[in-house]
T-cell receptor
């Protein structure tokens, strides 16, 4: 079945450590997105990419980095500069073009501080 | 800038009762509107979308929503809820033009009591 796979499901970070969250899709979608979810705040956009080798900052990009070397993959690195990384992280993907198609979401990665 | 406000953070209802989850939005340009549902520790699933046409939109699991441009609202309704509808619901918008970045409301936790 086509879909979005996020791994790991749970992740723990030590102080001063960078961690990378994986997001892979086999939907042949051009665009991919990373959102952060905190209780009572909904989802906020971290980064997005509409094409391979190109990405843009979202509303809360500070302390995060991404890469888009392959169409199907969009990993997110939470750096040590992100002082409050504890959250639920969701990856999404969508087609681009004239006919709008809604975003598909993965099942998320929950990141906690040790 | 665009914004989405969900007027209730929590809505408790009894099983088989009707429910309405309220959503207001703000945008100076035309937008697409969505309702997503999130079950515990899972990603988001699309319930319904308004792109154009009829202002009454029907979605999955018996939900429907009405787009009201004059009141900038997109309220979600279900005539009779079930225990399985217990979840968090998010209203979201995206601009018709440009990148498909979603702007989310804060979420409404729907609890169904037997």
């Amino acid at each position: 079945d086509g879909g979005i796979t996020q791994s790991p499901k749970y992740l723990f970070r030590k102080e001063g450590q960078n961690v990378t969250l994986s997001c892979e899709q086999n939907l042949n979608h051009d665009a991919m997105y990373w959102y952060r979810q905190d209780p009572g705040q909904g989802l906020r956009l971290i980064y997005y990419s509409q094409i391979v080798n190109d990405f843009q900052k979202g509303d809360i990009a500070e302390g995060y980095s991404v890469s888009r070397e392959k169409k199907e993959s969009f990993p997110l690195t939470v750096t040590s500069a992100q002082k409050n990384p504890t959250a639920f992280y969701l990856c999404a993907s969508s087609t681009t073009g004239f006919s709008y198609q809604p975003q598909h979401f993965g099942d998320g990665t929950r990141l906690s501080i040790l | 800038a665009q914004s989405v406000t969900q007027l209730d953070s929590q809505v408790p209802v009894f099983e088989e009762a009707p429910v309405e989850l309220r959503c207001n939005y703000s945008s100076s340009v035309s937008v697409y509107l969505f309702w997503y549902v999130q079950y515990p520790n899972q990603g988001l699933q699309l319930l319904l979308k308004y792109l154009s046409g009829s202002t009454l939109v029907k979605g999955i699991n018996g939900f429907e929503a009405e787009f009201n441009k004059s009141q900038t609202s997109f309220h979600l309704r279900k005539p009779s809820v079930h225990i399985s509808d217990t979840a968090e619901y998010f209203c979201a918008l995206t601009l018709i033009q440009g990148a498909q970045k979603l702007v989310f409301g804060q979420g409404t936790r729907l609890t169904i009591n037997p």
